[in-house]
């Protein structure tokens, strides 16, 4: 069982966008919450976005909310992350987490995690 980053973390220039990807195996997708998360060394674990397990609704972090987009392709069991207007504070390690029947996406809630892909935003 396992979730893994696919694609997108790198450096990018501040309002430039970029997408990350996750793709998970060994569990059903649909039953699940997802999640994206990212984290800067020393700091707390940030969750940014969640895809509600039961109804699909979507949240997102005040920080990124107007900017970040959550979708899935439940087909492929992949999670993405559209990232646009990308800020320098916006520079973090980002996880994507899965949690079974899960709602919220809280941190310590989530059953499996991806790798982590890092994202550099500068000039």
């Known amino acids: 069982l396992r979730f893994s980053c696919r694609r997108g973390g790198g450096w990018v220039q501040p309002g430039n966008s970029l997408r990350l990807s996750c793709a998970a195996s060994g569990f059903n997708f649909d039953d699940y919450a997802i999640g994206w998360f990212r984290q800067v060394p020393g700091k707390e674990r940030e969750r940014i976005s969640c895809i509600n397990s039961y109804d699909r609704s979507v949240s997102y972090g005040e920080s990124v909310k107007g900017r970040f987009t959550i979708s899935t392709n439940n087909a492929k069991k992949s999670v993405y992350l559209q990232m646009n207007s990308l800020k320098p504070e916006d520079s973090a390690v980002y996880y994507c987490?899965?949690?079974?029947?899960?709602?919220?996406?809280?941190?310590?809630?989530?059953?499996?995690w991806g790798k982590g892909t890092l994202v550099t935003v500068s000039s």
């Open positions: 987490a899965a949690d079974f029947l899960g709602t919220d996406c809280y941190e310590y809630d989530m059953d499996y």
